[in-house]
């Protein structure tokens, strides 16, 4: 088996440049019982290049952790760097509807800055990496949910970020598509050399495209552990290493879950 | 077993593997949306509404045969079509609408211009918001003709009158309907506009108005609404030689001159101008952006 899943330590050299760097990241939320911790010392780092994939149960406060990266929220403390202004890609597609996929594009390459005459052969750039050439024209509900997600990462890459944010950008769809998804996003981070990092509550999709799985503990989140997957790409759900470490990462998360029942 | 094991395929090959799947499924889950043929838009869109008027007619007819009422209180609809063909032939017909679809008009689009950046500040400072939008939503409520008296003392017996009145009526309709759009707005779009960096007055125009589009186009129509309805009562309470005849004074020379049929004239034009400006500019336009959005549904 070519699985390495053993915990791994911080890399903090000094000489490597971080994609994503957050230290002593902690987040609360005023609640019904005074300030609620939702993460708590959060210190994690995304090299450049990296694919990481947080993964937890609800409450986990993984969604909470990327706005933070993203720079949507402010921490309660600590400190997070990031290389640029990263890209976000949420569970739903969030495309414009008073645009065209084209023009969703091109809206955010306008945003970027991106001179007028280069918008659209970038935008047709884009939507040829995400195998979508003829859907500059189309509607967003004229997309099936898989092409809509597809248009979506065009629309992420457009911002020609270094970090790439993903939270559950393919939980809602349906399994087939998923997979294909799953293998696009694979084919694409490795053509980009993109740093990703990857919020899911699915296993065996966390084990299936990361280099890196982070484990986090709910209630407050916290760090409980975190595998390297040197499996070698491209994986497939149905792989025997695939499901040993899925399954080894499984009952880590039902421990923790557990954890919560017994109080 | 032993597949997780062996080397990768080769990428070429894995690739258009890919590419294929994707295209099958891209292509089992599209929709083609036809456009209706013509001949089912007449059957279903203009034949109703013409059986409605048509019957109207009949039942008019019927009751001016069963002289239900005098002729001096329910004149005949041959009465009020001699009425229109005698205005047409003096010139008058156009100059009537003219002067009332022109002011009305005018008056809305300053209202438009007004009315758009309010709502814009109302909805998106909480002060401004707290400060003066329930006034603004409980000015809706105030009929306009109640401005006219006012109005009148202000600014005298002028054009700027009327206008100040449309615009009384019509610019909270406006803002109003701005600031529910917003509202409505999903937060996840605002989330996505500001992870693209649209901010500020770029997050303004790029995200909010588009996105608040479906609710401002109701708040135009309200507003147009209202423009109208203001300037008819300001046309009829305040007649002056020097004001020109609009529809409303049409309606209330009508009244003076005890002539019913050219009071049924002024409404029926008042009525038709109504429909019109709805059915030529404000329809079209909700259909093109809801069908755009797909939120038109066909059943």
């Known amino acids: 088996m070519a699985t390495v899943s053993a915990p791994v330590e911080e890399h903090a050299t000094a000489a490597v440049r971080h994609a994503a760097r957050i230290e002593h990241v902690s987040k609360s939320f005023p609640g019904p019982a005074g300030q609620q911790l939702v993460l708590d010392d959060i210190s994690l780092d995304v090299a450049p290049g990296e694919f990481v994939t947080l993964l937890g149960a609800s409450g986990c406060g993984k969604s909470t952790l990327l706005n933070l990266v993203a720079g949507l929220d402010r921490p309660s403390a600590g400190s997070i760097a990031t290389d640029g202004r990263p890209a976000l890609m949420f569970q739903e597609h969030a495309l414009f509807p008073w645009l065209t996929a084209g023009q969703n594009i091109e809206l955010a390459l306008k945003l970027r800055g991106v001179a007028k005459p280069q918008r659209r052969p970038e935008a047709e750039r884009l939507l040829e990496l995400v195998r979508l050439r003829d859907a500059h024209r189309k509607r967003v509900h004229e997309l099936s949910g898989g092409m809509r997600q597809r248009v979506a990462l065009a629309r992420a890459l457009a911002q020609d970020s270094r970090l790439l944010l993903m939270d559950e950008p393919f939980a809602a769809l349906d399994a087939i598509t998923r997979d294909v998804l799953h293998d696009e996003l694979t084919r694409i981070w490795r053509e980009t050399g993109l740093s990703v990092l990857f919020v899911t509550h699915n296993v065996r999709e966390a084990v299936r495209l990361a280099q890196r799985v982070v484990l986090l503990s709910s209630r407050p989140g916290r760090i409980a552990r975190q595998w390297t997957v040197g499996i070698p790409q491209p994986r497939r759900l149905e792989d025997t290493a695939v499901a040993e470490l899925s399954a080894e990462i499984t009952e880590e998360l039902r421990g923790e879950i557990r954890r919560h029942g017994q109080h | ?299």
């Open chain 2, 1 to 299: 077993m032993a597949s997780t094991d062996t080397p990768v395929d080769a990428p070429g090959k894995d690739g258009s593997d890919l590419a294929g799947l994707e295209a099958g499924l891209d292509a089992l889950d599209s929709v083609e949306v036809g456009r209706t043929p013509l001949r089912e838009t007449l059957l279903r869109k203009v034949l109703p509404p013409v059986t409605a008027v048509a019957l109207v007619l009949v039942v008019w007819q019927l009751l001016v045969w069963a002289k239900v009422a005098p002729d001096y209180k329910l004149p005949s609809p041959a009465a009020v079509w001699d009425e229109v063909e005698a205005s047409w032939l003096q010139g008058t017909l156009l100059d009537y609408i003219w002067t009332s679809v022109s002011r009305g008009l005018l008056g809305f689009l300053l209202a438009l211009a007004i009315g758009t950046p309010l709502g814009l500040l109302v909805a998106r400072i909480g002060f401004v918001r707290a400060a003066i939008g329930p006034i603004l939503s409980g000015l809706q409520s105030l009929p306009s003709v109640a401005w006219v008296p006012p109005a009148v003392i202000w600014l005298g017996l002028n054009d700027s009158m009327m206008y100040a009145v449309i615009l009384l009526g019509a610019v909270p309709s406006i803002a109003n309907g701005l600031v529910a759009g917003i509202d409505q707005i999903p937060p996840l779009f605002l989330r996505a506009g500001r992870t693209l960096g649209a901010t500020g007055l770029q997050g303004a125009r790029h995200i909010v108005m588009p996105a608040a589009l479906p609710g401002y186009l109701a708040g135009l129509k309200q507003g147009w609404a209202f423009s109208w309805r203001s300037l008819m009562a300001a046309e009829i309470i305040a007649s002056s030689p020097d004001l020109g005849v609009g529809l409303g004074q049409l309606l209330e020379n009508g009244r003076n001159n005890a002539s019913m049929s050219q009071v049924f004239l002024a409404i029926f034009l008042i009525l038709l101008v109504g429909i019109a400006i709805d059915l030529l500019i404000f329809s079209p336009l909700e259909r093109r952006v809801l069908r755009g959005r797909g939120l038109l549904v066909k059943n």
